[in-house]
């Protein structure tokens, strides 16, 4: 398997998640100036819920910009053993895992796994589903193309 088909399926993964941030975007969001911003995993902004779609536990802290418009970054946290179910995002996402192993399957493509410092793209509209399957939580970096969002894909990616 290319590198190329790796990061598109562990970007699509990381978007799915990264649509939880508009939970955070009140409490947390910053809006795109020419100040550097640095941020790490222990001294990111205050973490929020995912959306309602994906199962308590997951996660999301806006780094930069508004999740409500395009460009935003954002990290998102799964817990281990955590499964986020099929899903698409409106916009084009990449990804960098930071922590754990993450497991993506892409509509119509084998599953890939995810490990620290791969990256990913996700094309917009792919259905994709994805499970952290480290014994440790699965952490992304994920910057979006478009608003931050995440919408239930009613079939499966097997």
């Known amino acids: ?6 990061s598109a399926f562990g970007s699509a993964l990381a ?10 975007a009140n409490s947390s969001a910053q809006t795109a100036s020419s100040t550097p ?7 990111a902004p205050p973490w929020g ?10 996660q999301i802290g806006v780094l930069q910009g508004d999740p409500a418009a395009p460009n935003a970054d954002i990290f998102l946290r799964v ?5 986020l179910p099929a899903h698409t995002h409106t916009s084009a996402e990449r990804i960098i895992l930071v922590s754990g192993e993450l497991r993506v399957k892409y509509l119509g493509a084998p599953p890939v796994t995810l490990r620290p410092g791969h990256y990913a793209y996700g094309p917009a509209a ?3 589903d994805a499970t952290c399957i480290s014994s440790e939580t699965c952490t992304l970096f994920i910057a979006f ?5 995440a919408i239930a894909f009613a079939g499966s990616v097997d």
């Open 1 to 6: 398997m290319t590198m190329t088909r790796t």
């Open 15 to 24: 978007v799915a998640a990264l649509v939880a941030a508009p939970a955070c």
């Open 37 to 43: 911003l640095t941020y790490s995993i222990d001294s």
């Open 49 to 58: 819920p995912c959306p309602s779609i994906f199962p308590e536990g997951c």
């Open 79 to 83: 817990p281990a053993g955590l499964g």
């Open 126 to 128: 792919l259905p994709h």
């Open 145 to 149: 193309e478009g608003p931050v969002d």
